[in-house]
């Protein structure tokens, strides 16, 4: 078929990459610092190490990296690349760090900015990029999930530190025709009046400013979660959405290659495979190795499968990203890789 503009209704995941801090934090080293063990967090997260970003790393070289090799993988002259979305809620810098990961990858002809959904960021960033790349003039989309939650975390609160790490992961998709489509479905949800179960908030301190005015102070508390409350949440509403999500898709759970979930605790995934009865190698998972990096996990996992060629082209994947907000969301992707 002649590719014409009526028809590019679609969109291709061709390129993906990763970039993890080089500086690793095992459970043993935790027990270290609080009251923990290493056999307990396994039981209760399935985590064993993460990875946590040094003083001679940021988030911004992590994610240049991680786009860097998505552009690598998809061939593409940096020149080409339309739009940038960093999905992250730890940025370096606040007005926002996608322009400066624009600059880093020489992507001189693309607008760039950053997507503030937590754990959910990614998912939402994609779905995001899709939509330009399909009702617009924009062609190709390198889109980027990192975190650095280590900054975020009381690391004396033993209920919050082990769950976390630093990361980030990229795609790189461009406009194609529908029947190559490789974002299937989507569904998008948030639930604010849970807002507190999950949060990063500033502190409401105030200073004087003048006579009886004030202003409030700058800064962040640490990672606020009910840990119990958040688990019953994803595993009663993934499911939920992605049975929903297969409905609309008239896609039986049984045709999927895999199912790629946010990962952030082992039972979770296993439950929501087990609600499908999907086979537990079907699952992609490596939170045993990183933790919970955040709007980093999803794509960070999707590379790994894709270099270590689990993940080929034309396997259909379900996915679904949750957390803070509260917000959740899915997505069903077909991998295309580099033409």
């Known amino acids: 078929m002649l590719e014409t503009p009526e028809n590019l209704s679609g969109i291709a995941l061709v390129g993906s990459g990763s970039a993890v801090p080089s500086q690793t934090l095992s459970n043993e080293e935790l027990g270290l610092r609080v009251e923990t063990n290493d056999s307990w967090i396994r ?90 790349l399909k009702n617009g003039e924009m062609k190709r989309a390198i889109v980027i999930g990192g975190d650095q939650l280590s900054s975020c975390i009381d690391w004396d609160d033993r ?56 202003y409030q102070k700058g800064s962040y508390q640490p990672i606020q979660m009910n840990g119990q409350e958040v688990y019953k949440f994803a595993v009663k509403e993934v499911p939920l959405i992605l049975a929903s999500l297969l409905k609309t898709a008239q896609i039986e759970a049984d045709s999927l290659n895999w199912l790629l979930l946010h990962q952030a605790n082992q039972r979770i995934l296993d439950s929501v495979a087990d609600r499908f009865s999907i086979p537990h190698e079907k699952v992609l998972s490596n939170l045993s190795k990183y933790g919970n990096t955040s709007a980093a996990t999803i794509p960070l996992m999707l590379d790994e499968a894709v270099r270590d060629s689990r993940i080929q082209p034309g396997d259909l994947i379900a996915t679904s990203g949750f957390g803070a907000g509260l917000s959740w969301g899915a997505a069903l992707l077909r991998w295309q890789g580099p033409s």
């Open 159 to 214: 209920r919050s530190c082990i769950l976390f790490g630093d990361g980030a992961g990229a795609v790189a998709i461009e406009k194609t025709t529908a029947e190559k489509n490789g974002l299937l479905a989507f569904k998008m949800k948030s639930d604010g009046q849970r807002r507190s179960c999950l949060n990063l908030r500033q502190f409401s301190e105030h200073l004087p400013l003048l006579k009886e005015k004030t």
């Open 43 to 132: 039981e209760r997260t399935g985590i064993e190490t993460r990875r946590i970003i040094s003083k001679n790393e940021t988030l911004t070289g992590l994610c240049s990296k991680a786009g860097s090799k998505a552009l690598e993988m998809a061939g593409w002259d940096p020149s080409s690349i339309d739009l940038i979305i960093l999905a992250t809620s730890t940025p370096d810098d606040l007005f926002g760090t996608g322009p400066e990961i624009q600059a880093s990858l020489g992507a001189n002809n693309a607008v760039s900015f950053d997507l503030t959904a937590a754990c959910s960021g990614f998912l939402f960033a994609l779905i995001t990029a899709a939509q330009f």
